[in-house]
């Protein structure tokens, strides 16, 4: 049984974690640059000036200035928000659509039903994501909503996968069996029973799935899918550094470092909820 | 026979190391690696339009009864002389003789009838069929002459031979060209490494002036960070159309390189749907034009390289009139035409190709547009989305092309053009020139023509592309301006 | 066992097929004419139509799509729309570039991880365990082409120890080869190391807290000896599954790196054949990539099924 995470002493293990701290204060921060970019940045990212351009971090321009003149550290504000959003929607749609499956597929084990969900999901994952994430893009275009279409899609299986594996072996517990004999249908077990007791695996892989659909993201940005300029996003701006990294590092450098401090904070904080939720971790692994 | 076996292997260590040492050093470098940003579909000049085709076989491999020189001006190849009949009508062309196909076989006048009727045959699949539409027949006189009949006078027509798409090629071998190219050229195909490079070789049989290098080829880098460290690590000799203009301040500081600058043929503009209200309005499209700040793009994205163009001809070009005024940069006057033509909170899309004179400079002008009040909705796309959205279905509102052909300005007379012009009394114009052949009269048409496209405010001109590449320094002969798609290897040569 | 083999021998066609009809669908979606691509801005609508009609894009769906799979299964995979040469011919021509590369990856990512993960389990919490999990989460956490760009800046253009990218072909010498293919392996092997190396020591603590682990360590036998004997044997098998779908995603993966590295690979190859909107080359190497990967998972499992009997059983 996984502890109650609403409980005091679960509050005092989590601030003693020091992965989970770091995590958490790394991954706030960067929530809370984007939350403020709705209210103020230092300079509006969009405005050109190209006079300006590609000067180095400075007083008045904290992270310099792009090869238009834009000031990069508004331009990363922005930017988070752009990262966070559709990592967000992607992961949600991972969840949304993906749990509800693997819930069906572990109730109705062995049945056509369950193979089918469980071929479909073998057939996404042997999927090479990147060509399609690109294809989608032919399709219907390149953008934040198409990149995030695109990156849900390969976040079905995920949660697939794991809600359905973890609900088998709750299946055959007590408590279900106990409701079964009462008379409730399957579906209302896997709500109300099944699904609360798999919650805090689903809160560890989704903290993975958005640091990795964060890092998806800017891989889709970098080649052009991402969101269309002048929304400014983490993954163009590096693209747009390349060719100018040897005149302007620093074009370079405060992207890539917000992207990796980031996806870290985001890693850190479900390796340390994963180890949170572990009783056996809690005896000191 | 050495008495002393110890000596004589001595000897030839010591011979062998001489050898070894000093042959290098002794001979000059024959062979050289030039850089190309995209691979072309195949190796048929006369079969598809892609100018990377051109770009690895014009002059090198095949060759056409006339060419371009490095200035742009046409001269012989194939053809040895021609005289033209009074009426305009027919071409006598007078052909080299002992000329050879890279297979071995013999050039002469029926392999020019064969070409030019295969190019302007129903199911031709030439990309500018338009260039043979006045041939009205191809007759063989004898195997080293052959003449051309026309159907209307044509000014231009020696000009449109000189085009890759009109070279030369063997009955023999002519369905095999998209693979294994077989010309007449100084250089003969050796291999398509597809994806990374072509390979071609001296031929030895060349009818014409030796070329200085035994061995050429060009490496597809599409990546601006890949050439520009692939010309930092000496894998590359030159990259002719160099993507990066940035790096090229850093080129220059280094003495191993040098940097070429040069002009092209393509005229960069700002396209309008002029069948799309509300730039179905003059107005509009000229508050547009108003509203952009040319140098800011040259400066913002080709960093400097680029000339202002206020219509669509070439600077470089005599014939061309400076109408840059006309379209200065007065996003005052902008904002006043936008409300005459009684026009607000309009909303524009920008559908841009991946080069990235279109990507840079659509961020630049849509901030620009922005100013004025106009929004803009940039949409990056690929060159076969844009062939398809923008170009056949005209499912756009504004687009960033440069059109790279050489005097290529009667594009506005054509009816369903991407941008929908067809205005009767430039096509007059164009009609004109056709049938004009003395140089004055050809002038003075040019002009009117360039005046009324500018009057009409057809599309935003904004600058002729720079022809920037980099090269080693001792590497010499590189074309500066690109008067055609081309890397003219023939004159290439490496200086000791 | 052989019931076991032969279902999973009916799974795998069925995937197969079903991966099949997928990607020939998916293809068709995509919108943009090859023809009209390839003409280029000023050409001739008519001389469009012709190379539309030699190209064969007229036929029925189903038509094309049966000769298409029909075509697979005798190794067939069609002619390219753009360079008109066998798609097999352009695929071999790229295997020979993606294939090496995968494997040098996966080599030094083996090489990497393995000795960090191990070290990290036997030595849990100490400071050499905690530097193993820090790099690790960072390794994760870097974006492989933003790594690849700083490796070509440090190593081959400043430094010039390598050559900026690009393949001088295997004829030119095993050694110049694999000195291309280095800093493209080390940008693709960073994250997947780090994977590899959670993995492992996360794989191998299980094992180590295992019952069995505390009979050998009763029976006499020393940690490290417990560690080699009992341990690593029965964490490996997570590990290769890893390894295994490593082995897919590096090899069609490295799309970003391939180009900023100019390797001519299987990769580039359909990137760029997605732009050119030649979808027979994009078809080929898409459901030549799924069908590894499926046979990959196959033989994994069948490996896990040899070496488990429990897994043999009817699903669960």
Do not use: C
């Amino acid at each position: 049984m996984s502890a109650d995470p609403s409980s005091r002493s679960f509050l005092r293990a989590a601030l003693s974690h020091p992965a989970f701290v770091i995590g958490i204060g790394l991954s706030a921060l960067f929530v809370a640059l984007a939350l403020v970019s709705f209210l103020w940045t230092p300079f509006d990212p969009t405005k050109l000036d190209i006079a300006g351009k590609l000067k180095g971090p400075s007083p008045e321009h904290w992270f310099g200035t792009d090869h238009f003149g834009r000031d990069m550290f508004s331009m990363i504000m922005v930017g988070a928000r752009v990262s966070i959003a559709v990592a967000f929607v992607a992961v949600g749609i991972g969840m949304i659509v993906g749990v509800p499956l693997g819930l069906y597929a572990a109730a109705r084990r062995g049945s056509l039903i369950d193979e089918i969900i469980m071929r479909g999901n073998d057939l996404v994952f042997a999927f090479p994501s990147l060509l399609l994430a690109i294809m989608i893009t032919a399709v219907f275009g390149p953008g934040a909503v198409n990149a995030i279409i695109a990156i849900g899609i390969f976040n079905v299986p995920v949660f697939a996968r794991l809600a359905r594996g973890a609900a088998l072996s709750l299946w055959t517990r007590d408590f279900v069996l106990a409701a079964r004999v009462a008379g409730k249908n399957r579906a209302r077990i896997s709500a109300e029973h099944i699904l609360p007791n798999i919650a805090n695996l689903l809160v560890v892989q989704g903290t993975i799935q958005f640091s990795l659909a964060i890092l998806a993201e800017a891989a889709l940005a970098y080649v052009g899918l991402g969101a269309q300029p002048p929304l400014p996003s983490w993954g163009r701006m590096l693209a747009d550094a390349q060719t100018l990294i040897s005149l302007a590092p620093h074009m370079a450098l405060f992207p890539g470092f917000a992207i990796i401090v980031t996806v870290l904070g985001l890693n850190l904080m479900g390796d340390g909820l994963r180890d949170l939720f572990d009783p056996k971790l809690r005896r000191g692994r | 026979m050495t008495k002393n076996p110890i000596t004589a292997a001595a000897v030839s260590i010591l011979a062998l190391g001489l050898a070894l040492g000093v042959t290098p050093a002794m001979a000059a470098k024959m062979d050289a690696t030039i850089g190309m940003q995209l691979e072309p579909p195949n190796l048929d000049p006369t079969g598809g339009a892609a100018a990377a085709i051109d770009e690895v076989v014009y002059a090198n491999v095949f060759e056409g009864l006339t060419r371009f020189a490095a200035d742009g001006s046409i001269l012989p190849a194939l053809a040895e002389s021609w005289e033209i009949s009074e009426d305009g009508l027919s071409y006598t062309f007078k052909l080299h003789t002992g000329v050879k196909f890279h297979d071995g076989s013999d050039f002469n006048a029926d392999d020019v009838k064969f070409s030019l009727d295969r190019a302007r045959a129903d199911d031709s699949t030439n990309a500018q069929k338009a260039l043979f539409a006045d041939i009205a027949s191809v007759d063989v006189i004898d195997p080293a002459t052959v003449k051309v009949t026309l159907s209307k006078p044509n000014g231009s027509f020696l000009f449109n031979m000189a085009w890759g798409d009109a070279v030369i090629v063997a009955p023999e071998t002519a369905a095999d060209n998209a693979a294994k190219p077989v010309g007449t050229g100084p250089f003969s195909f050796t291999e398509w490494v597809k994806g990374d490079r072509v390979e071609l070789g001296r031929y030895a049989g060349y009818w014409g002036t030796p070329v200085k290098l035994d061995k050429v080829t060009f490496k597809f880098i599409s990546d601006p960070t890949a050439a520009f460290a692939a010309m930092m690590a000496g894998d590359l000799d030159a990259f002719p159309g160099y993507p990066a203009p940035e790096n090229l301040v850093q080129f220059e500081a280094d003495p191993r390189f040098k940097v070429i600058v040069g002009s092209s043929e393509g005229e960069t503009i700002l396209a309008m749907n002029n069948k799309k209200a509300p730039l179905d309005n003059v107005k509009v499209r000229e508050a547009i034009a108003h509203a952009i700040d040319r140098q800011a793009i040259i400066d913002g994205a080709m960093f400097g390289y680029g000339t202002p163009i206020g219509t669509h001809f070439a600077p470089h070009n005599p014939a061309y009139l400076d109408l840059t005024a006309q379209s200065a940069y007065d996003p005052e006057q902008s904002k006043a035409l936008l409300a005459e033509a009684g026009v607000s909170d309009l909303t524009l899309s920008l559908k841009l190709p991946p080069p990235s004179y279109a990507r840079r400079g659509g961020e630049i002008i849509a901030a620009q547009l922005r100013e004025v009040g106009i929004n803009v909705d940039i949409t990056n796309v690929e060159w076969a989305q844009w062939l398809d959205d923008v170009f056949k279905a005209k499912n756009f509102d504004l687009t960033i092309v440069s059109h790279t052909e050489p005097m290529d300005i009667g594009i506005y007379a054509r009816d369903d053009y991407y941008f929908q012009y067809g205005d009767a009394g430039f096509k007059a114009i164009m009609a004109d020139l056709d049938k004009a052949t003395d140089p004055a009269k050809r002038t003075e048409l040019m002009q009117a023509a360039q005046k009324k496209i500018a009057d009409d405010y057809v599309n935003a001109y904004l600058f002729q592309l720079a022809r920037t590449g980099v090269s080693n320094a001792k590497l010499k002969g590189i074309w500066p301006n690109s008067p055609t798609q081309a890397n003219d290897m023939t004159a290439v040569y490496w200086e000791d | 066992m052989t019931a076991y083999l032969l279902r999973r021998l009916i799974s795998l066609s069925l995937s197969l097929v079903a991966a099949s009809l997928v990607i020939f669908l998916v293809m068709e979606v995509v919108p943009g004419d090859p023809a009209s691509f390839m003409m280029g801005l000023n050409a001739d609508p008519a001389a469009v139509a012709a190379l539309r009609s030699q190209l064969g894009l007229d036929e029925p769906l189903p038509l094309r799509y049966i000769g298409w799979v029909t075509g697979l299964l005798q190794g067939d995979f069609g002619t390219s729309y753009t360079y008109r040469v066998p798609v097999s011919e352009l695929i071999a021509e790229r295997v020979v570039i993606s294939l090496p590369l995968t494997l040098y990856a996966l080599a030094l990512s083996t090489l990497i991880a393995f000795p960090a993960g191990i070290l990290a389990a036997s030595r849990r919490n100490s400071a050499a365990d905690l530097s193993v999990m820090g790099a690790t989460q960072l390794g994760v956490a870097i974006p492989n082409f933003w790594f690849a760009m700083i490796l070509v800046l440090v190593f081959a253009v400043n430094l010039r120890w390598f050559s900026a990218g690009g393949f001088p072909g295997w004829e030119a010498g095993f050694l110049p080869a694999m000195q291309a293919l280095t800093l493209p392996a080390i940008a693709l092997a960073l994250p997947q190391a780090s994977i590899l190396a959670r993995v492992m020591r996360s794989s191998l603590i299980d094992t180590l807290d295992e019952d069995f682990m505390r009979t050998a360590r009763a029976k006499g036998l020393s940690r490290g000896q417990a560690l080699r004997r009992h341990a690593l044997r029965n964490a490996l098998i997570p590990v290769l599954t890893i390894i295994g779908l490593q082995f897919s995603f590096l090899l069609a993966g490295g799309i970003i790196i391939e180009n900023v590295f100019y390797l001519p690979g299987l990769g580039r190859l359909a990137f760029q054949a997605i732009t050119q909107r030649d979808l027979i080359v994009v078809r080929s190497v898409v459901i030549l990539l799924v069908f590894a990967v499926i046979v990959v998972t196959f033989l994994v499992d069948l490996a896990y099924a040899a070496a488990d009997p429990r897994l043999r059983r009817r699903r669960s």
